[in-house]
């Protein structure tokens, strides 16, 4: 395994020269776009890393996975979709057409922005503050890491520019989809998206998934098998944006990117992968990281399909 990492990431290096930082987001933008890293942690314990693994980076939206746990967990299943959909969109992750197009105007989906925050509006805590703990203790607890914290120059640069979150945001607010202080719930997702993590740290969150929401490593029970089916089950549909079809058909595993440049994987019953590449594609994921992956499936036969 540890032979096939090294050259599935040798291979797939020469694809970063084709994408592109996310200089929309200015402190994404100074990411060096030729690092590559992937971590991949096993049942038994075994982890295998290769290239830049230990670079750290932002989770950006790989983080709605992790919320939209913690939502089910406060809420039911019922309530929280309720509130957003379960379909994908086919749009761009930032798109906002829908929200008044479509009736009820409701999110589609967990996964895209206005779906991220609507779920992150429904995590319990008496202000912005203990929400955002409740979610960074859950990130620190089912990826085993306890000194996850935000990148405070991420954070700052995100709230800076986040106008069309924010737009969202009131939009649906003024819909009923939520109620509160629209820049309190934003400040929380702000933080989320900031939390930085390295291949490590998602290949394990990955793992816990793939293990039914156990950790492995304890044994321990924190979420229900459910929760985490569903959970999956949207990494497939809408997990890599507006291709996440394509990629289900050449990867076929529970996947989910972020525009910082890392995709958690999460193969049912066996693995967590995480891998790092901030040269994105044009619909926003980690270009080498998709090969790497689409790689990995091909050589181990991960697909589940």
Do not use: W
């Not at 890293?37 to 996975?65: E, L, R």
């Amino acid at each position: 395994m540890q032979k096939l990492a090294n050259d599935i990431l040798l291979k797939s290096k020469k694809l970063t020269e084709k994408g592109n930082v996310a200089e929309y987001i200015p402190a994404l933008g100074k990411a060096d776009p030729n690092k590559l890293g992937v971590c991949i942690a096993d049942m038994h314990g075994n982890i295998f890393t290769a290239g830049d693994y230990n670079n750290k980076f932002t989770i950006q939206s790989i983080s709605k996975t992790i919320t939209l746990m913690l939502a089910i967990m406060d809420n039911g299943v019922e309530n929280t979709f309720n509130k957003v959909g379960m379909e994908p969109t086919g749009d761009a992750f930032n798109s906002i057409i829908k929200l008044e197009i479509v009736s009820p105007s409701r999110p589609l989906n967990p996964m895209i922005n206005a779906g991220a925050i609507a779920v992150t509006s429904l995590i319990n805590g008496k202000d912005s503050k203990e929400r955002f703990q409740r979610i960074l203790d859950f990130f620190r607890l089912i990826s085993g890491n306890n000194k996850l914290d935000i990148n405070n120059e991420v954070y700052e640069s995100e709230k800076a520019t986040g106008d069309r979150n924010r737009s969202m945001a009131y939009f649906m607010r003024d819909v009923g989809i939520f109620e509160g202080d629209v820049e309190d719930i934003l400040d929380v997702y702000f933080k989320q998206c900031s939390i930085e993590v390295d291949c490590i740290d998602i290949a394990k969150i990955g793992l816990f998934l793939a293990n039914r929401g156990i950790i492995p490593q304890t044994g321990e029970r924190i979420t229900t098998e459910n929760v985490a089916r569903i959970v999956k089950t949207f990494m497939i549909t809408c997990g890599m944006y507006n291709a996440s079809g394509e990629f289900a058909i050449n990867v076929g595993v529970p996947a989910k990117s972020g525009v910082g440049g890392g995709i958690m994987a999460s193969v049912p019953h066996k693995m967590g992968i995480g891998v790092y590449g901030p040269a994105l594609d044009n619909k926003g994921n980690s270009i080498g990281g998709i090969e790497i992956l689409r790689q990995l499936s091909k050589q181990l036969n991960l697909s589940i399909f």
